[in-house]
Every structure is written in C-alpha cells, then in structure tokens.
C-alpha cells in the first residue's frame, strides 16, 4: 500500500471504526461482508433494518461510514456503488470532520429552504452535480 493511500485510511479510521461497530451486529445476524477495491460492503436485513432507521434521514438504501458501505441489499451495492464511493473519497478528504460538515450541509440546505439531502453539497457532488468540495 502506497503511504498516501495509507495516509487515507488513517486519516477516515475514525469513521471507518464506527462503520466496524455497525458492521457486528449486521453480520451476526446473518450480514453479508464483501471487500471490493478496498471497501467493506455490507448487506443483509439487519442492515436494511439499520437504514431504515437512522435519524433525519431514514430510509434510505445505502449509507457509508468511512470505508465501510451499508446497503439493503447485493442490487444496491450494484447500483449505488460509484455513489457511495465519492462518499468515500469524501471521507478520505474530510477524516474525522466529515460527518460534522455533512451535518452542516444538511442544516443549511435545510435553512435555504431546500430538502436536506439533495441540496446537500456532499450528495450533489456524489450524485456528479457539483465539482469536487474541498
Ligand atoms: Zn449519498
């Protein structure tokens, strides 16, 4: 592994652990685990019961924490994965600031009377709207 790509894992770790915490209970209750390009994939229906309920933003179909990737199913993996991967390079540039800022985000779409998710800078650049956030 190259150390800037080191550099990136560390600097998301934090995220990632809550990911891993997350990722326990899911698969010992009958989770699938799957690693591609260096991700953890998560799916299974304890996972889709954790999605369709977390607060604000529930349900929702796939959600990343750090290089950990939760989704209802193997078909979501599928379809959303180059979504959920700019969520990782976003993780990968923010670290431990990331959710913090997303919040952020949310909150101000919110103000500027937008919907929290879609006016969000983070989901506008995964969704290939915006040019990069830095
Ligand atoms: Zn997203």
Redesign the pocket.
């Known amino acids: 592994m190259k150390p800037v790509v080191l550099l990136r894992y560390i600097w998301a770790s934090p995220n990632t652990v809550l990911g891993l915490i997350l990722t326990f209970p899911v698969c010992m209750t009958g989770g699938r685990i799957r690693r591609i390009d260096g991700v953890l994939e998560i799916s299974g229906r304890s996972a889709a019961w954790m999605l369709h309920r977390i607060p604000f933003v529930a349900p929702v179909s796939?959600m990343?924490l750090g290089h950990v990737v939760f989704a209802v199913d193997e078909a979501v993996h599928e379809q959303w994965r180059e979504?959920?991967r700019?969520?990782v390079r976003q993780y990968e540039r923010w670290g431990p600031l990331f959710i913090p800022a997303y919040l952020a985000c949310y909150i101000a779409a919110r103000l500027r009377g937008e919907d929290g998710?879609y006016g969000n800078r983070?989901?506008a650049e995964?969704?290939g709207h915006e040019r990069r956030i830095t």
């Open positions: 796939a990343t979504h959920e700019m969520h998710y983070f989901e995964a969704f």
